[in-house]
């Protein structure tokens, strides 16, 4: 099974993905988290991308599509990726069913987290002490809000006309939205 999660920054992406693999044995992609290992190893494309992503804006589909595709073509990660922040556009949405199928696979589920502004600017702030991401400011965490809206739309229409699309709540507790999710991955897994 292949699980895609989105939602706007500070939406528990990285926080679900993290319950859902070890519950249900999956692999967590985090396109964002793979970006910020290229910023600190200071390789080629770290150093070209970390400005797009300090100021809160997306790198190019190729870079993440190139990034994504090492996984799934590696047979490890057959049918048990969570992929955390990809798609974010509907370029990325087709893409990753094409890539998919080359590896007869497919998307099983699509779960969009929904949460205000208000919520996440609190939740980025309070995430700042702790783990100092250098896109985590307020002005940068708005951006990111912003990047969000602005591309997400044919996404969600996407999953929508696929009948994959399950929207959650992320606004309640932590352990709420994991039941919710666990039983929705359940319902799929039949
Ligand atoms: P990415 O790393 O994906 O960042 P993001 O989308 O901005 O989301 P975050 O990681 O900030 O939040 P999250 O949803 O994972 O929430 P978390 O669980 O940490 O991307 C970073 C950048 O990389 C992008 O801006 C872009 O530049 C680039 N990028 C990445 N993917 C790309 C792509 N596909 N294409 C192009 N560019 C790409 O939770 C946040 C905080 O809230 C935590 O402290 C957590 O403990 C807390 N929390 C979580 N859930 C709850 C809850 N229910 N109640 C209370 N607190 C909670
Ligand atoms: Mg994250």
Redesign the pocket.
Same mark, same amino acid.
């Given at each position: 099974m292949n699980i895609v999660i989105f *939602? =706007? =920054?500070? +939406?528990?992406? *990285? @926080?679900?993905?993290?319950l859902i693999v070890k519950q249900f044995k999956l692999h967590q992609l985090?396109?964002?988290?793979l &970006?910020?290992e290229e910023i600190k190893n200071k390789t080629e494309l770290g150093k070209k991308?970390s400005t !797009?992503?300090n100021s809160? /804006? &997306? $790198?190019?589909?190729d @870079? $993440?599509g190139n990034l !994504?595709k090492r996984y799934i073509s590696d047979k490890t990660y057959k049918n048990r990726i969570i992929f955390? *922040?990809?798609?974010? /556009?509907l370029i990325?949405a087709r893409n990753l069913d094409k890539l998919l199928s080359q590896y007869n696979q497919k998307v099983d589920i699509a779960l969009k &987290?929904s949460v205000s502004l208000e919520?996440i600017k609190r939740? !980025?702030l %309070?995430?700042k002490s702790?783990?100092k991401?250098a896109?985590?400011s307020e002005e940068i +965490?708005i951006k990111?809000f912003v @990047?969000?809206e602005n591309n997400i739309r044919p996404v969600i229409d996407f999953y929508k006309q696929s009948n994959l699309l399950k929207v959650v709540n992320? %606004? +309640?507790? !932590?352990s709420?939205?994991n039941i919710e999710i666990s039983g929705l991955i359940e319902g799929i897994k039949g």
């Open positions: *939602g =706007p =920054p500070g +939406a528990g992406k *990285g @926080t679900q993905s993290n985090s396109t964002g988290e &970006l910020r991308i !797009i992503i809160g /804006n &997306l $790198v190019s589909d @870079t $993440v !994504i955390d *922040g990809y798609p974010r /556009n990325q &987290l919520v939740r !980025i %309070e995430r702790l783990e991401r896109d985590d +965490a990111r @990047t969000y992320g %606004e +309640a507790t !932590i709420e939205i």
